[in-house]
């Protein structure tokens, strides 16, 4: 089950040219009637963070799910390798907003790893022999001190980067990253961003993050992707936080930042933006 959810292989395009980029193409989800978003047109490229910002229920997590395919939608996806050839079945890395599971559990993250680096059944394989790739792997997180902690007694910082860590084994060739809304302190938001930063850069991956932290996507992001049912516009962290929809958006007042009027904001009280932000979305379109 962790496997299907934090890796996924998908088919790579047929016109690769240029650097080792991922196109989103005209993606569209659809739920029975209701238009989840639709035209959604993205180009990843590798080594950059894509931070997609913008209303709750404005369809960010969904497109994850449409990028995993997990989710049935219109449209296509591309890959392209930085040598412009086909990278045959790109591997996708997925850390999920939540991790439903029982706290009780006596599971470990040692566990975890075992159940998800192997195709054997867990009692056949040798805890021994895969621990040092375990380790290595955490390692990469700043995490290998939890290698024997309950699941369950991880705190939610911890979790998301065991999480991290299982995403990045396979090493993928794009990350998707959605951010939790609650249950991880200040502290480990800045940890989890500067682990993520540094991947970029020595990976040189592509990384699509959905954060809700408007401080720290004008830190850290190359690109943002503002959404609402669509892409609404994207640019650099500065074209996109001065553009007049992105405050209207985040519905800031005169003179305040994007990230003020963002903080401000009480978690789940933001769908009234939304109708505002349709208003936005039709004006652009
Ligand atoms: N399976 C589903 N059936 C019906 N509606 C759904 C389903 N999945 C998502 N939706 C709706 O699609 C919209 C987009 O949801 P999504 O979770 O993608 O938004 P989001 O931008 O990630 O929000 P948040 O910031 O709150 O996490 C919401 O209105 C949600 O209720």
């Known amino acids: 089950m962790f496997k299907t959810i934090l890796h996924h292989h998908a088919s790579s395009c047929s016109d690769c040219t240029k650097l080792c980029c991922t196109k989103i193409e005209d993606f569209?989800?659809?739920?029975?009637?209701?238009?989840?978003?639709?035209?959604?047109?993205?180009?990843?490229?590798?080594?950059?963070l894509t931070a997609l910002i913008g209303p709750n229920g404005a369809g960010k997590s969904t497109l994850l799910k449409a990028i995993l395919g997990e989710v049935p939608h219109g449209g296509s996806l591309h890959y392209v390798d930085a040598k412009g050839k086909h990278t045959g079945h790109p591997v996708i890395g997925y850390v999920p907003q939540y991790?439903?599971?029982?706290?009780?559990?006596?599971?470990?993250?040692?566990?975890?790893?075992?159940?998800?680096?192997?195709?054997?059944?867990?009692?056949?394989?040798?805890?021994?022999?895969?621990?040092?790739?375990?380790?290595?792997?955490?390692?990469?997180?700043?995490?290998?001190?939890?290698?024997?902690?309950?699941?369950?007694?991880?705190?939610?910082?911890?979790?998301q980067r065991v999480l991290l860590a299982l995403a990045l084994d396979p090493m993928p060739d794009l990350l998707l990253l959605d951010e939790p809304v609650s249950g991880v302190d200040q502290n480990g938001l800045e940890l989890f961003y500067e682990i993520v930063a540094d991947?970029?850069?020595?990976e040189d991956m592509a990384i699509i993050l959905i954060s809700h932290d408007l401080n720290?996507?004008?830190?850290?992001a190359d690109q943002v992707v503002l959404m609402n049912k669509g892409v609404v516009m994207s640019g650099t962290p500065e074209e996109v936080f001065a553009d007049q929809r992105t405050k209207k958006i985040f519905g800031m007042l005169a003179g305040e930042s994007a990230q003020e009027a963002a903080a401000d904001?009480?978690?789940?009280?933001?769908?009234?933006?939304?109708?505002?932000?349709d208003e936005a979305r039709g004006a652009d379109a």
Do not use: Y
């Not at 569209?28 to 950059?48: A, E």
């Not at 904001?265 to 932000?277: K, L, M, S, V």
């Open 216 to 220: 720290m996507v004008a830190k850290h």
């Open 99 to 159: 991790l439903r599971f029982d706290v009780s559990s006596p599971t470990s993250v040692m566990d975890i790893f075992m159940a998800c680096l192997t195709r054997r059944p867990v009692w056949l394989c040798s805890a021994k022999s895969l621990r040092p790739r375990v380790l290595r792997s955490l390692e990469r997180v700043r995490a290998a001190h939890l290698i024997d902690r309950r699941l369950g007694a991880l705190s939610g910082g911890e979790l």
């Open 28 to 48: 569209s989800v659809k739920i029975g009637r209701l238009t989840i978003f639709d035209h959604v047109n993205i180009h990843i490229h590798c080594g950059q």
């Open 265 to 277: 904001i009480p978690a789940g009280t933001q769908d009234t933006a939304g109708d505002t932000a």
């Open 199 to 202: 991947l970029r850069e020595k």
